[in-house]
Nanobody, 111 residues
Framework: VQLQACGGGLVQAGGSLRLSCAAS????????IGWFRQAPGKQRELVGG???????SYAESVKGRFTISRDNAKNTVYLQMNSLKPEDTAVYYC??????WGQGTQVTVSS
């Protein structure tokens, strides 16, 4: 099982980024994928997730700004982040079955 997250970068407050999480090694559309983030000095927190059939859930802090989607043909989950705030600055990770984690991608939002 392997997850690879990418798409992070530096963006100004109010801007957008789209993260991707490419998966391999399991039957992708059978499993939910989650997105977590960890800011410096803070615990890792759940951002949201998507089930195999596309149902989504989000942390209150990102509802209405972030959207999770998946393309089962590409074995990829996306995290579209709009209206970014400096407090969204963190390393973002995707999480999958069997305790698998992506390597993390840095998102920095400048004020």
């Amino acid at each position: 099982v392997q997850l690879q997250a990418c798409g992070g970068g530096l963006v100004q407050a109010g801007g957008s980024l789209r993260l991707s999480c490419a998966a391999s090694g399991f039957t992708f559309d059978d499993y939910a994928i989650g997105w977590f983030r960890q800011a410096p000095g803070k615990q890792r927190e759940l951002v949201g997730g998507i089930t195999g059939d596309g149902r989504t859930s989000y942390a209150e802090s990102v509802k209405g700004r972030f959207t999770i989607s998946r393309d089962n043909a590409k074995n990829t989950v996306y995290l579209q982040m709009n209206s970014l705030k400096p407090e969204d600055t963190a390393v973002y990770y995707c999480f999958g079955p069997f305790g698998s984690w992506g390597q993390g991608t840095q998102v920095t939002v400048s004020s």
